[in-house]
């Protein structure tokens, strides 16, 4: 937003600050009085940022770890620790000029709408890592390139493909933003990036949205994986969520990359503000046409970036030599053709894709296989939080013993157990509230075994499915952890979830999960 002031304040009433003049690292940022919401990993990232540039930082947040609440004034920033339900007094004395949100703050959080109705800059802390961007630059003078990646399901992997592929192809490139490390970071990393492969949520691209302008992001290539209902409860509604994700194609240079399969990132590309000159590159399972990557009799090929690509294409890997790194699931085909098509892109050769692919092993929790005892193969897809993620696992393993349930996020599950639910051997439900679930089964899959764990204590959790498990599963089965949804109503998050799945399966059995 470009207007400021928060009427009440004298201190308001001075010069306003320009702050389309502050779009380097080497901008007068002194005095800027900014407020950071949220003191996570990226609200700490903010403020530290924002303390080097010698703005006046004030944190406020509704908790704060020792360790964070620690570091805050050492940086030179302030805290405020209190409940945010309504706008702390502290705040509206502060009176800044601009607010970084984390990505936590939803749009009809109290905090936000009073931003917006006081006319305050309200930046993300992707808005803010673009305008400081170039606080080291490449051997040419020129800052670090963007390539960003969204979708409800996928991102984190195709992110980690994507940077690994870039890598092997010689350049200097790291996975950031939503993957876990803050794209301020990576910004201010002294040694400097060729490319920065930013994964970006729903969260973060809202926040992105509320910039306009010349300055505004612009990233190389893009892609959106793929669309499905999700934080719901967050966006509003399934509109607002797919808007928000549209955000990713805007101001693209080079490549909209995106999902043939899915008709919503098709429009998407379609409806996006580009740059003269950027394509769209699509992929799919299918035979490519000309401008897409896909395959051909178990082959991937690259029919987008080559001279004569209506004729022709270019052999990027097998789907053999997929299967044997643990890679061929359709889903994993799907992202490692979306990851292919942005380092390609970038001139990444084949050869140097084939490479990065052999040496690349999934995140845990993303389709990881914990155990094999007895026939039955024990698999922790714990990163599967919403419908769209499971139904994937579930295409990847029919027949399977199902552990399903959790936080739905205000999603309805029905589709999915009416697309998947009857193919499955069993459904064991977790989760506080397992009713929607229940009741889906009951209407669309009412002959599949169901069985629900009724624990409220976290650790009991686990070993009770693990036991039902044992005692339905036969050789030759699969017992999959895709739950479809949220953890936090029983866990701290998905990975303390699958760790938790994964150890009551090696307690049961006497083994050690696997490593595969």
């Not at 010069?15 to 380097?24: C, E, F, G, K």
């Not at 930082?57 to 920033?77: D, F, N």
């Not at 998407?268 to 799919?284: K, L, T």
Request: proline share 4%; charged share 20%.
């Amino acid at each position: 937003m470009a207007g400021l002031g928060v009427s009440g304040d004298d201190r308001m009433s001075g010069d306003v600050r320009d702050l389309d003049a502050l779009r380097s690292w080497h901008a007068d940022w002194r005095g800027l009085r900014v407020a950071v919401l949220g003191l996570s990993m990226t609200g700490f990232s903010a403020a530290d940022t924002l303390a080097e540039l010698g703005a006046d930082v004030l944190v406020v947040t509704e908790k704060a770890s020792e360790e964070y609440a620690r570091l805050v004034p050492v940086i030179g920033a302030r805290l405020v620790v209190e409940p945010l339900q309504e706008v702390p007094a502290a705040l509206v004395e502060f009176a800044p000029e601009v607010i970084v949100a984390s990505p936590g703050f939803a749009p009809h959080h109290p905090l936000i709408r009073w931003a917006q109705a006081s006319g305050i800059a309200l930046w993300g802390d992707v808005e803010l890592a673009w305008r400081v961007r170039d606080k080291v630059l490449r051997a040419d003078g020129s800052p670090a390139d963007w390539v960003l990646i969204t979708g409800t399901n996928g991102k984190t992997t195709t992110t980690r493909l994507t940077a690994s592929m870039l890598v092997a192809g010689g350049l200097r490139a790291a996975p950031v933003g939503n993957i876990g490390v803050p794209v301020l970071d990576a910004v201010r990393d002294p040694a400097g990036f060729d490319v920065l492969v930013v994964e970006l949520s729903s969260h973060q691209l809202w926040y992105l949205s509320l910039q306009t302008g010349e300055g505004a992001l612009s990233p190389y290539a893009s892609v959106c994986l793929n669309l499905a209902d999700d934080h719901l409860q967050w966006h509003g509604s399934a509109r607002a969520y797919r808007d928000a994700k549209a955000v990713v194609y805007q101001n693209t240079r080079i490549a909209c990359v995106y999902n043939k399969a899915d008709v919503a990132t098709r429009e998407m590309v379609e409806e996006a503000d580009v740059v003269e000159g950027c394509r769209a590159i699509g992929f799919d399972l299918g035979v490519p046409g000309p401008s897409d990557v896909g395959l051909v009799d178990g082959i991937l090929v690259d029919r987008a970036f080559l001279d004569d690509r209506h004729t022709s294409a270019l052999e990027l890997t097998t789907l053999d030599d997929l299967a044997s790194v643990g890679l061929a699931a359709p889903h994993m085909v799907a992202n490692i053709l979306a990851a292919s098509a942005l380092a390609r892109s970038l001139d990444v050769s084949p050869g140097a894709i084939r490479d990065a692919l052999g040496g690349f092993r999934l995140d845990p929790h993303r389709i990881e296989v914990v155990a094999v005892s007895s026939g039955i193969t024990w698999v922790d897809d714990s990163k599967a939080t919403n419908p769209h993620a499971a139904a994937s696992s579930l295409a990847a393993f029919p027949g399977a013993v199902w552990v399903v349930g959790g936080d739905l996020k205000g999603v309805d599950i029905s589709d999915l157990v009416a697309a998947r639910g009857a193919g499955v051997r069993a459904a064991i439900v977790i989760g506080v509230d397992r009713t929607g679930i229940v009741e889906a089964f009951g209407r669309h899959a009412p002959a599949i075994p169901l069985f629900e764990v009724d624990h409220t204590q976290t650790e009991d959790v686990m070993a009770q499915v693990v036991e039902l498990a044992v005692g339905i599963a036969r050789d030759g089965d699969v017992v999959l952890l895709a739950p479809a949804a949220a953890s936090f109503d029983q866990f701290t998050s998905y990975s303390d979830r699958g760790t938790r799945f994964a150890r009551a399966v090696h307690d049961r059995i006497g083994e050690q999960p696997s490593a595969e």
